[in-house]
């Protein structure tokens, strides 16, 4: 049982270029999650699905796309990277209300 | 939307002292409320949770207490060990599947 897996943990990119974060939880949890952590800031809400088929933004939804490819996987897309979104992005699933989280993707953006 | 503010920042205590961190919430609705511990190059672990219809509650060292009519909560974590060191994230949550608001998290240092 891995618990959520994000992939991948490190990742240097250009500004203007695309990516996808991976995540995947072998948990049976309909709800899942990505943040972001900034110093200082705590985790701040990207977007969420409650269920599969469902997604819904966050907090700070802008520059980023989601798709919850199965009960399973829940991804994030940057089209076209910008500096702000250097941060650590952590994944999240619950099965009610407590949340449990990957271990993080380190972005930076040059 | 929910508000969560947390204090302090930072707090240093010496091994065996007590430490508490301090939350207030903005949204009468919400009802969860998690302590979430960080170590270093990792994801965000529950340490313990409160339901709004339960004032306090304890495991082993850690303790919440949760005041409804002042819309705060509190984590207060006694005898304290190097191994504590970490950040703390209190949340709120609404009832239902939605996402959590967190605080912005308290830097932990014990010395021994």
């Known amino acids: 049982n891995a618990g959520v897996t994000q992939t991948p943990k490190f990742q240097v990119l250009k500004t203007g270029q695309s990516m996808t974060l991976q995540c995947a939880q072998d948990?049976?949890?309909?709800?899942m999650y990505w943040y972001r952590q900034d110093p200082g800031m705590g985790l701040r809400l990207i977007y969420y699905?409650?269920?599969?088929?469902?997604?819904d933004k966050g907090e700070v939804p802008n520059g980023y796309n989601v798709s919850r490819l199965n009960k399973r996987e829940f991804s994030l897309r940057l089209e076209s990277a910008a500096p702000s979104q250097t941060s650590v992005y952590f994944c999240?699933?619950?099965?009610?209300?407590?949340?449990?989280f990957g271990p993080g993707t380190r972005l930076l953006v040059l | 939307g929910e508000n969560v503010e947390q204090h302090p920042s930072t707090l240093s205590v010496q091994e065996g002292d007590s430490a508490v961190i301090k939350c207030t919430y903005s949204?009468?609705?919400?009802?969860?409320f998690p302590w979430y511990k960080q170590e270093l190059g990792k994801g965000p672990q529950l340490i313990i949770d409160?339901?709004?219809?339960?004032g306090e509650k304890k495991d082993q060292r850690i303790a919440v207490t949760l005041n409804k009519t002042a819309k705060h909560f509190s984590l207060h974590i006694t005898e304290t060990q190097p191994e504590d060191s970490a950040v703390y994230f209190c949340?709120?949550?609404?009832?239902?599947?939605?996402?959590?608001?967190f605080g912005s998290g308290t830097r932990l240092q014990v010395q021994p």
């Open positions: 999240a699933s619950t099965p009610k209300e407590t949340q449990y």
């Open positions: 948990m049976n949890h309909n709800s």
């Open positions: 699905s409650a269920s599969e088929g469902t997604t």
């Open positions: 949204d009468s609705a919400s009802n969860y």
């Open positions: 409160i339901r709004s219809n339960v």
């Open positions: 949340a709120a949550g609404p009832p239902g599947r939605r996402a959590l608001t």
